[in-house]
C-alpha cells in the first residue's frame, strides 16, 4: 500500500456548522456539496468529516444510533453518495469518523443485544468527562451500565467477539463503499481493565487509556477491516504517550497509520484540568513537539494539528486575535505545516477565525460545558468566573457557524443558525480569500510547499533557541535540503541570526534580511537552502 498521507493535509469539516442548503439552520450535506470547490481551491487532499450518522445528537452526533444510515437533518444516502463522488472527482479523498467505544443508548443493539454492552451490579467510583458518575441505572435490568462519556453514550463491551465482527463488518462496508479512511474516535479507551477497580479521587483513566488488550483488539481490526484497503487512519488517543504512539503507529504492527495526542493541547491548563486557566510556557511547547518529532523519527508518524471540533481556535488560545490576527494565525501555521506529520486543518482556521464570547450561558450548545456549569455554579462558582474558563476553553468556540461572507447569518444559513455565529464575521470570512495576503492565501502556500519539498516529510528535527520564551525555531534536514523555521510568538520585535538559504516564505509582505533578522510581532520565516553539503 502507498503512503500517500504523508504528502497529504487533511480538513475537517464539522458539518452541523458547516454550510446549511436549505435554511433550516443546521449545516448539511448538499451544504458540503457546494462548498467542494473551495476545499480543491484551497489545495487539501483529505477531507475529514465528523459524525454525519442517524443520531438523537446528544453529544453532536458522536452518539450513534444506526452506523449505516444518515441523519436526517444532514440529508439522505443518496445526497452522501452525491457527495463522495463530487471529492474523488476533485482529486480528493474522505475520511469518515469511526466512533466504536460506544454508540447511542438508542441503538437497537442496547435492547437487543444488552451484552454489547458493560454492566454491573455495583458501579465504582469513576467520574464522567461529562461530570457525575460514569455509571447509569437501568431499571429495567436493575443494572448499572458505564458511560464513560454522556449517559445516552453506553460503552461498548469489546471483549465480546460477536460485537468485534459487527464493526469490522460495518467499516468494511463503509470501505466498499469508498471512502478512504476512519478517524477513529477515544479508540484507545475501548479495552477495560475487566476487574473495574477505583480509580484515586474518581480518575478511572489508568483503567482504561491505552488498556490490557487495545493493542490486540487493534491489530485484529486491521486484519480483519482495514489490510485489503488504500486507506488512512488516525486514532484520537488521550493519554497516549510517545512510546504508545510508537507501538500504535510503528508500520511492523499494522495498527494504524497515526494517532492525535493531546499532551500539547493540555500545556495551558492547571492541576484541576482544562477549565483551570493558565498561559501557555512557549519552552514547555517546544520540549513536547520536540518529543513528539524525535522519538518518533523512523519509527511512527505524527499527526499535526491546533484545532479540531474540540479545541478552542488557536488564534485566540496561543496566538493573538486582535490586532496581530493574521499574522499570528499564518505564525501558527507556519509553526505546525513545517513540521513532521500529516497536518489537520480545522474549518475556518484558513481563515483565521476566533473564539466566541457569548454573555449568556443560554446560548451555548455544548454538552461538557453545560454539564460543568451546572455543576460548578452549584459549588458556588460565580457565573462570572465560569464564563471566563468557558470563553477561553469551550467546545462551542470551534463550533460557531462558518464564515463565508459578510451577509447575514455569515452566509451560513437563511434561517435561524442552531448555535449563534460569531458576531465578528463581517470582518473575518471567506470572501477575503481574494486578497493575496488571505490567511487563506498562506495556508494554500503551505500546502503546496508539503507536495514540493521531501525534507518536510523526511527531514530530521532539530530545535534551536531552547530556552527562549519567545521564539519557536527549528531546522528540518536531510542529506542535501535544509529548512530553518522561526516564529515570534510575542508582539515583542526580535533579533536572530540570519540563517543560510533563501526565504522560502513569510506571514508579512515584506522582509528586510540583513546580517540579522528582525523578527516583528508574531512574524514567520521560513529558509530553504538546496545542496547543503556542497555550500558546507
Not at 495576503?437 to 495556508?443: E, G, I, P
Not at 527549528?474 to 533563501?502: H, I, M, W
Request: glycine content about 6%; hydrophobic content about 35%; proline content about 5%.
Amino acid at each position: 500500500m502507498t503512503e500517500w498521507w504523508k504528502k497529504s493535509t487533511v480538513y475537517q469539516i464539522y458539518p452541523r456548522s458547516f454550510m446549511d442548503s436549505d435554511g433550516d439552520g443546521i449545516g448539511d450535506i448538499q451544504g458540503i456539496i457546494s462548498k467542494l470547490d473551495y476545499l480543491a481551491e484551497l489545495g487539501v487532499d483529505v477531507l475529514w468529516l465528523s459524525p454525519v450518522y442517524d443520531s438523537p445528537n446528544d453529544d453532536n452526533g458522536y452518539d450513534i444510533r444506526d452506523y449505516q444510515k444518515i441523519m436526517s437533518e444532514f440529508g439522505t444516502m443518496d445526497d452522501f453518495d452525491q457527495m463522495l463522488q463530487g471529492i474523488h472527482a476533485r482529486g480528493m479523498r474522505l475520511v469518515m469518523d469511526l466512533v466504536v467505544n460506544h454508540t447511542s443508548d438508542e441503538h437497537v443493539w442496547f435492547t437487543e443485544r444488552p451484552d454489547y454492552y458493560i454492566w454491573k451490579n455495583e458501579p465504582n467510583n469513576w467520574r464522567s468527562f461529562f461530570s457525575g458518575s460514569t455509571w447509569q441505572f437501568d431499571e429495567a435490568r436493575q443494572q448499572y451500565y458505564l458511560h464513560l462519556f454522556s449517559k445516552k453514550q453506553p460503552d461498548l463491551n469489546w471483549e465480546n467477539e460477536e460485537l468485534r465482527d459487527e464493526i469490522y463488518q460495518m467499516m468494511r462496508w463503509w470501505l466498499d463503499k469508498g471512502v478512504d479512511g476512519f478517524r477513529m474516535d477515544v479508540i484507545n479507551m475501548i479495552s477495560k481493565d475487566q476487574d473495574f477497580p477505583d480509580g484515586i479521587e474518581g480518575d478511572g483513566t489508568p483503567h482504561f487509556f491505552n488498556g490490557p488488550r487495545v493493542h490486540e483488539f487493534l491489530q485484529e481490526m486491521n486484519a480483519k477491516a482495514l489490510a485489503d484497503y488504500d486507506i488512512v487512519t488516525v486514532g484520537e488517543m488521550p493519554g497516549a504517550t510517545t512510546e504508545d504512539a510508537k507501538l500504535y503507529t510503528g508500520s511492523e504492527r499494522n495498527e494504524l497509520n497515526m494517532i492525535f495526542t493531546f499532551e500539547h493541547m493540555n500545556l495551558d491548563e492547571g492541576p484541576s484540568g482544562k477549565w483551570e486557566l493558565q498561559p501557555l510556557h512557549l519552552p514547555d511547547l517546544k520540549e513536547n513537539l520536540e518529543k513528539w518529532q524525535v522519538e518518533l523519527f523512523g519509527k511512527g508518524w505524527n499527526s499535526l494539528y491546533w484545532n479540531n471540533h474540540d479545541q478552542p481556535r488557536i488564534v485566540s488560545r496561543f496566538g493573538n486575535d486582535g490586532p496581530y490576527r493574521k499574522e499570528s494565525a499564518k505564525m501558527l501555521a507556519t509553526c505546525l505545516h513545517f513540521l513532521q506529520g500529516t497536518p489537520y486543518i480545522y474549518q475556518g482556521e484558513e481563515l483565521g477565525m476566533t473564539n466566541v464570547a457569548f454573555s449568556s450561558i443560554d446560548e451555548y450548545r455544548d454538552i461538557e460545558t453545560l454539564n460543568m456549569y451546572q455543576e460548578k455554579r452549584a459549588q458556588g462558582i460565580p457565573h462570572e468566573e465560569l464564563l471566563e474558563s468557558i470563553h477561553a476553553k469551550g467546545r462551542d468556540n470551534a463550533r460557531t457557524p462558518m464564515q463565508w461572507d459578510a451577509s447575514e447569518n455569515a452566509g451560513f444559513t437563511k434561517g435561524e443558525p442552531w448555535i449563534s455565529v460569531n458576531p465578528n464575521y463581517p470582518d473575518i470570512n471567506a470572501a477575503d480569500r481574494e486578497e493575496e495576503d488571505s490567511v487563506f492565501n498562506y495556508y494554500r502556500k503551505l500546502i503546496a510547499l508539503r507536495k514540493d519539498l521531501d525534507v518536510i516529510t523526511e527531514g530530521e528535527f532539530n530545535l534551536l533557541h531552547r530556552a527562549d520564551e519567545e521564539i519557536f525555531a527549528y531546522t528540518r534536514k536531510t542529506a542535501d535540503e535544509q529548512l530553518t523555521v522561526y516564529c515570534n510568538f510575542s508582539e515583542t520585535p526580535r533579533e536572530v541570526p540570519l540563517p543560510k538559504g533563501r526565504l522560502l516564505i513569510g506571514n508579512y509582505p515584506d522582509s528586510a534580511l540583513q546580517e540579522t533578522i528582525g523578527l516583528r510581532p508574531y512574524e514567520a520565516l521560513c529558509f530553504y537552502d538546496k545542496d547543503r553539503k556542497v555550500k558546507e
